[in-house]
């Protein structure tokens, strides 16, 4: 939640599941009903997720009202759709240089990465109350932020069956570690950047699935 004078701003995120996916909501109070201008940047990375970019990347970009469609240069057979509920998108590319990875560095990685801005959404606000949501995809249809966030929120709860409130905790965590592979499912290692390792996934196996009742 986000506090700026009278305006208050509760921010939701959340993945899809079994999608590429991520989608956002800004519920946002404005009780005045004063005239807001609400600027998302989106920063590209546009890269394998244990690397950093010696230089910003390069992409194309197709804007289109409320919509944006990217394709990575170095990833050509990738098409990246974004999309803002209510909004327009503006170009105007600036590199971005973020402070250094200190952590990452001590995980065996690189430091100082280079990224990219494409422009900006914009929303202007008068209303008291609205929701103003966004979602990126690797899918060709473009879920329902609000609906995606209500489904996975119920997803969640209906992995639960103790009375123990941290067991439940542990339980909805555990299943961001089990991801779908093709038809069937595998374990990965770790945020944000471990994948499929052996070793781990028969270590977790039996607290991320026996203990959690996923015996299929």
């Not at 394709?71 to 509920?85: A, E, F, G, Y």
């Not at 065996?108 to 995809?137: A, K, R």
Request: hydrophobic residues 40%.
């Amino acid at each position: 939640v986000y506090t700026l004078h009278d305006i208050i701003i509760k921010q939701t995120i959340s993945l899809v599941h079994n999608k590429n996916t991520f989608v956002m909501n800004y519920l946002i109070f404005n009780p005045y009903a004063k005239t807001i201008e609400f600027y998302l940047r989106p920063i590209l990375s546009l890269r394998i997720p244990d690397q950093v970019n010696e230089k910003a990347p390069e992409y194309a970009i197709f804007p289109y009202c409320n919509r944006l469609s990217i394709v990575p240069l170095n990833r050509k057979d990738t098409l990246i759709h974004m999309k803002i509920s209510n909004g327009v998108f503006t170009q105007e590319h600036q590199d971005y240089t973020p402070a250094p990875y200190t952590f990452h560095q001590k995980m065996g990685g690189g430091i100082q990465d280079h990224l990219s801005i494409p422009g900006f959404f914009e929303s202007i606000i008068t209303d008291q109350q609205v929701n103003i949501s966004v979602s990126c995809t690797l899918e060709e249809h473009i879920d329902d932020p609000i609906t995606a966030i209500g489904s996975e929120i119920a997803r969640k709860e209906a992995l639960v069956f103790s009375k123990d409130a941290l067991f439940n905790r542990l339980v909805k965590a555990a299943d961001n570690f089990i991801v779908k592979r093709g038809d069937g499912h595998s374990i990965i290692a770790g945020y944000p950047w471990f994948t499929d390792w052996g070793r781990d996934t028969l270590i977790s196996l039996e607290g991320l699935t026996l203990v959690t009742k996923r015996y299929d």
